[in-house]
Each structure stands twice: as structure tokens, then as C-alpha cells.
């Protein structure tokens, strides 16, 4: 279910050879692959620092240190997949309820231009979801601003190549879809920061760039762990529970001496907690369903190229559109054959004839149709708008009225228990601060309050203090009698 604007790359050429590239700060790394016969065979393979930027410098000369880099190495592939730095993605999550497909598309779209902090329409968004229990789902949304990637198109182009697929280096080593990524905690050591992603249940449940993990002091990387493991706690605790409970295994990429570092932290922090921690150094065999080259070495330029040419698609894609088939043909025959110009003028504008002489058929017999039913579907369109509009939000339980007057009620006349604050969370987890002045006073307003109908799970979280006494309890609201201390 797409109910976001998103990028559309349309039906992707078949390629046998692909060359995968990875930016990462000043950092550009490529491998160049071609499939042969049921097997990957890997051509050339490079490593160097970018002396300029591809946001801020002009792209033709960026393009020219690039194309230069290739040429050194011997690269004389084209086409390429690029893996884009997590630090250019812009990310939002929401939690969707069971709801008909135009209420979630309303909702989600909603929560689209809510959870981002700029414009949508500047952005070439896609989604991740993730089932969750009783039909609810976990949508995360990912964008990268236009012009950023417009930018690096034009570096491309002036390199000579042909990008087929923007996306994650990541996603590439941990794909989302795969069965074996349910319940993964991956992470990702890179030049200047580190890359987290959970997985589970074929989606991404988050993804985020570790800023300020990687210091390079005097050229040397130094890897803050410890930062690591507390945003990786933060970011497990700000899931729901079923997704946090589902994470069994953490999987690090990276740097042998930095991933080791990084595994003895996350080890020390996490397997109490049952989660098994590995440092991923090499591929399966079965890993791409092809037979891999001998002694290959694990990286995401590898993963993208080879993900690409045995046509696993990623879970996010950047690529802007691709230019109409008008456009494709005006380019190509732009490159002085004069001989070819007329034949194909006179194949577009018959094309185009036969297309707009079909198209106003259609439109003549839509019209008639149009004219009987017009009256009908008016009145329900504005009917279906008001059920739009009214249905996802209407509740006529008064559910906070409801819990206020049993706490009115459970409290004695005579003022010896006060509140001071009610908090409702999650829609019917109530917590009650206040004070009382003395012990059996509370417990009389606790009797009084778990023989409500509406009232379970009653617990008493705190008492602090003397005469009068803090006292902080806490019970679940519409789950019916049955309490516990």
C-alpha cells in the first residue's frame, strides 16, 4: 500500500555489469561487477578520498576528479548504483491503526507533512512498513531533499555514467525484505559516523545517522562506543513494545579494528538482555542466490551491485524520474546523424496522432457516461468527504470524563486524599499524583477506587514523605475488574 508521493523508477533495463559506488563523507568507493552464467565475477575494485564536494563544488569538476579516479583504476563501466550518506536522509515515523485505505492515506499523508521539517514537495520520499499486531502498522518515511540529488546527478554525468539506483549502502548489507533481517539491530561504521537500522517483519522499524560517533584525530578515526549503545537503547525504547521485544541480534559492519571496539561495547551492554551480537566480515555463500567471486571482501558498493544485477530491489529509493520516452529519443538523436532526424519526427507525431485520436474517443464515451451519473456522484462524494473527515476522530465514550468523575468519586469528601496531577497515556493507562494525610486514608480511596467496573492493574507506584504523604498510583481504565498491588 503506497499512500505517500514517491519516486517511480519505472521497469528497470536488464544489465550484465554494473559498477556500485559508495559515498561517504570525502570518501568514494566502488566495485565493478559483472554476471555471467549463474555467477558474479568482480572487475575492479577502488578506494579514494574526494578533494571536493559533490554538494558545494561545481559538478563538472567533480565529475573530472571522479571520471579520473575510474580511468586510474581501470573502471570502463557505465552504468552504475549508488549508495547514498545516511546524513542526506531525512526521516519520520508514524503508527497507523486498522483504518480503510482512504482514511490511512489521508492520515499517513497527514503525518507526512507534520513529521518532516520542510517542504514534502521538495523531497523524493518512499516508506517502509512494518506489520505490527492487530492490524496496525509502523510506517517509517525517508526523503532526501531534490536538489541535493539533482547535484549529484549532474556529478554523474559528468563523470561519464549512468546512475540506475540511488540508495542505502545499509540497507544493501541488511536487506529489510530478507526473512534473516527480522529482529536485527544492524550498525554500520563509517568515515564520520555510524549507521543504525532495525529491521523486522520485512520493514524498517528505524534508521538513523550516528553524528558525533567518529572523531578523526590526526587522520586517525577514534569510535566513541559508548555514545553508540546509549542511542541505540534510546532508539530500541522509542519503538513499540513488540517491535523492541523482537530484536534478538545486533549485526556490525565496518572497519575490523573499529567493528571489534564497537562489539565489545555493544556485548557488555545488550547480550543480558538476550541479544546475540556478531561482527558481519564476510558473505554467506548463498547470500545473493548466485555464486559469489572467490575471497571477496564484504562492502556496501559490493551488496548494491550485486543486489542490482540479481534484481533485489532496495527498501528505499532515491532515483528521480527518469526522463519521458520524448526526451530519450530528442537526446539521442541530438549527436549530429541528420539521416535519422526525419524518420523519427515522422514516427513521434504519428505516434502521437494515433495516441490523441484514441484518447478523444474515450473521452467522448467517458463524457456520455459521465452525464448520466453526475448528479449521484456528487452527493456521494460529499457524503464520503464528511465520513473522511469525522469517522477516524469520533468518539463518543468520553473516556477522560469518564475516568475523572471515578476518581471524583473514589476520593473522600472530607479532603484527606488531594490529586495533583491525572495523566492518561497510550489512551488508557491512567497515573495519579497527589498527597493524603495518612496511610489509611489512602488505602480507603484505593478500595474505593478498584471496586470500579472500569478499573484494573491498580498499583500503587510511590509513597513518599510524612503527613501529609506523596503518593503516586497508577491503573489501567476500560479493561473491566480484576486488580493487582
Not at 205 to 225: F, T, Y
Not at 368 to 393: N, R
Not at 404 to 433: M, Y
Amino acid at each position: 500500500m503506497n499512500m505517500i508521493p514517491s519516486m517511480k523508477t519505472g521497469r528497470r533495463k536488464k544489465l550484465t555489469g554494473l559498477l556500485g559506488l559508495v559515498l561517504d563523507g570525502t570518501r568514494l568507493s566502488g566495485v565493478a561487477l559483472r554476471r555471467s552464467n549463474g555467477s558474479l565475477q568482480q572487475q575492479q575494485s577502488f578506494a579514494v578520498t574526494l578533494s571536493l564536494d559533490p554538494l558545494t563544488a561545481a559538478p563538472e569538476l567533480v565529475g573530472r576528479e571522479i571520471r579520473n579516479h575510474l580511468d586510474a583504476a581501470g573502471v570502463r563501466e557505465r552504468h552504475c548504483v549508488v549508495g547514498v550518506p545516511l546524513k542526506w536522509v531525512l526521516t519520520a515515523q508514524t503508527e497507523l491503526p486498522p483504518l480503510p485505505e482512504a482514511d490511512a492515506a489521508s492520515l499517513l499523508q497527514m503525518e507526512t507533512e507534520r513529521g518532516f521539517p520542510c517542504d514534502v514537495a521538495t523531497l523524493r520520499l518512499t516508506q517502509s512498513v512494518c506489520k505490527l499486531a492487530e492490524g496496525k502498522q509502523l510506517v517509517t518515511m525517508a526523503g532526501i531533499p531534490g536538489s541535493q540529488l539533482a547535484s549529484l546527478e549532474q556529478v554523474l554525468v559528468a563523470a561519464k555514467l549512468r546512475p540506475v539506483s540511488f540508495a542505502l549502502g545499509l540497507q544493501a548489507l541488511q536487506r529489510p525484505a530478507d526473512e534473516k533481517s527480522d529482529g536485527v539491530l544492524a550498525l554500520l561504521v563509517g568515515e564520520n559516523q555510524v549507521s543504525l537500522q532495525i529491521t523486522n517483519r520485512g520493514g524498517v522499524a528505524a534508521l538513523r545517522g550516528l553524528e558525533g560517533a567518529i572523531e578523526n584525530e590526526s587522520g586517525h578515526p577514534v569510535l566513541h562506543a559508548g555514545l553508540v549503545s546509549r542511542e541505540a537503547r534510546i532508539t530500541l525504547g522509542q519503538l513499540p513494545a513488540e517491535v523492541h521485544q523482537s530484536v534478538k541480534r545486533i549485526r556490525i559492519f565496518g572497519p575490523r579494528d573499529l567493528a571489534r571496539q564497537l562489539a565489545d561495547e555493544m556485548e557488555l551492554r545488550f547480550e543480558p538482555a538476550g541479544m546475540a551480537v556478531e561482527i558481519v566480515s564476510s558473505y554467506v555463500p548463498d547470500e545473493f542466490g548466485v555464486e559469489l567471486p572467490p575471497a571477496v571482501s564484504l562492502s556496501a558498493a559490493f551488496s548494491l551491485a550485486a543486489n542490482a544485477l540479481t534484481g533485489r530491489f532496495p527498501a528505499f529509493e532515491f532515483l528521480p524520474p527518469k526522463p519521458t520516452l520524448l526526451q530519450q529519443l530528442a537526446a539521442k538523436y541530438s549527436s549530429g546523424r541528420l539521416q535519422t532526424i526525419s524518420a523519427a519526427a515522422a514516427a513521434i507525431l504519428l505516434l502521437v496522432g494515433g495516441l490523441f485520436f484514441i484518447q478523444e474517443v474515450q473521452l467522448i464515451r467517458l463524457r456520455s457516461q459521465w452525464a448520466s451519473m453526475k448528479g449521484k456522484v456528487s452527493e456521494l462524494d460529499s457524503l464520503q468527504q464528511l465520513i473522511q473527515k469525522y469517522h477516524p476522530w469520533f468518539d463518543d465514550s468520553f473516556q477522560d470524563l469518564s475516568i475523572l468523575r471515578e476518581l471524583s468519586l473514589a476520593f473522600p469528601e472530607s479532603g484527606d486524599v488531594t490529586a495533583k496531577t491525572i495523566d492518561v497515556r497510550d489512551g488508557n493507562i491512567v497515573s495519579c499524583n497527589g498527597t493524603c494525610s495518612d496511610t489509611l486514608a489512602l488505602l480507603r480511596m484505593q478500595e474505593q477506587l478498584r471496586q470500579a467496573e472500569d478499573v484494573s492493574q491498580l498499583k500503587v507506584q510511590e509513597i513518599r514523605g510524612k503527613t501529609p504523604e506523596q503518593f503516586t498510583v497508577e491503573f489501567h481504565w476500560g479493561n473491566g475488574g480484576g486488580n493487582e498491588n
